[in-house]
T-cell receptor
Framework: KAGVTQTPRYLIKTRGQQVTLSCSPI?????VSWYQQTPGQGLQFLFE???????NKGNFPGRFSGRQFSNSRSEMNVSTLELGDSALYLCASSPEGTRAYEQFFGPGTRLTVL | KQEVTQIPAALSVPEGENLVLNCSFTDSAIYNLQWFRQDPGKGLTSLLLIQSSQREQTSGRLNASLDKSSGRSTLYIAASQPGDSATYLC??????????????FGTGTRLQVTL
C-alpha cells in the first residue's frame, strides 16, 4: 500500500506570493492533518480535515487555509507569504477503526520564502 | 495547555550501547502517545504507539513505556546501531470524542550512534 505523498517536495517563493501544497493520504484514510516544522518552533499543528470538513485548527493566522476533497486528498494554501513561513510542511493521514489516531506522515514539502 | 519536553536534546553513544530517551508531558489527560523517528530533511516514521491504558509497547529492539500519572514516557533502544542515528520525537494526543485529533510534539532528541 502506498504511503502518504506530498507534492511538490521543494518550493521556493518570494514574500507576498501565495502557495498551494498537496497531500494524498494512504488509500482508505479519511483524516488528514497538516503540521509546520521549523527549527525554532518545532512541529506545530495547523489543521485537520475529515470527510471534507475541518475538524481541528491550530493557532495560525488566517493566511493559512486548507481543504479536503471527496477522494480525501487535501491541499493547504498560504497567502501573502512571509519569511517566517519558511518551513517543512508535513501532512499525516489516519485510518479508521482500531488503528484510528495513529498518524502516518508523508515526506514533507520544504518551502523557502525569499 | 499541553507541553511536551524531551531530554536530552542530543545524545551520542558508541555502537552497541543500550540507551533511554525521555519524554515528559504536563497534562495527563491523554488518549495515547506516539514515538517517531525523523531523518534529516525527511518526514516522520512512526515507531510505537501506546494507548493511555497501556504501560508499554515493544517492536524489535525498541521498547516504549508510559506512566500517565507522572506524565512520563521512555523509549529504550537496545544494542544501538549507526542506522539508529536520527531525531526521535514523542507526541501526545489529547482525549477526544472524535477520531484523530491533533498531536502535540516534543522538541526531539537528536541521537548519534558512532562506530
Amino acid at each position: 500500500k502506498a504511503g502518504v505523498t506530498q507534492t511538490p517536495r521543494y518550493l521556493i517563493k518570494t514574500r507576498g506570493q501565495q502557495v498551494t501544497l498537496s497531500c494524498s493520504p494512504i488509500s482508505g484514510h479519511r483524516s488528514v492533518s497538516w503540521y509546520q516544522q521549523t527549527p525554532g518552533q518545532g512541529l506545530q499543528f495547523l489543521f485537520e480535515y475529515f470527510s471534507e470538513t475541518q475538524r481541528n485548527k491550530g493557532n495560525f493566522p488566517g493566511r493559512f487555509s486548507g481543504r479536503q476533497f471527496s477522494n480525501s486528498r487535501s491541499e493547504m494554501n498560504v497567502s501573502t507569504l512571509e519569511l517566517g513561513d519558511s518551513a517543512l510542511y508535513l501532512c499525516a493521514s489516519s485510518p479508521e477503526g482500531t488503528r484510528a489516531y495513529e498518524q502516518f506522515f508523508g515526506p514533507g514539502t520544504r518551502l523557502t520564502v525569499l | 495547555k499541553q507541553e511536551v519536553t524531551q531530554i536530552p536534546a542530543a545524545l551520542s553513544v558508541p555502537e552497541g550501547e543500550n540507551l533511554v530517551l525521555n519524554c515528559s508531558f504536563t497534562d495527563s489527560a491523554i488518549y495515547n502517545l506516539q514515538w517517531f523517528r525523523q531523518d534529516p530533511g525527511k518526514g516522520l516514521t512512526s515507531l510505537l504507539l501506546i494507548q493511555s491504558s497501556q504501560r508499554e509497547q515493544t517492536s524489535g529492539r525498541l521498547n516504549a513505556s508510559l506512566d500517565k500519572s507522572s506524565g512520563r514516557s521512555t523509549l529504550y533502544i537496545a544494542a544501538s546501531q549507526p542506522g539508529d542515528s536520527a531525531t526521535y520525537l514523542c507526541a501526545v494526543r489529547r482525549r477526544s470524542t472524535g477520531t484523530a485529533s491533533k498531536l502535540t510534539f516534543g522538541t526531539g532528541t537528536r541521537l548519534q550512534v558512532t562506530l
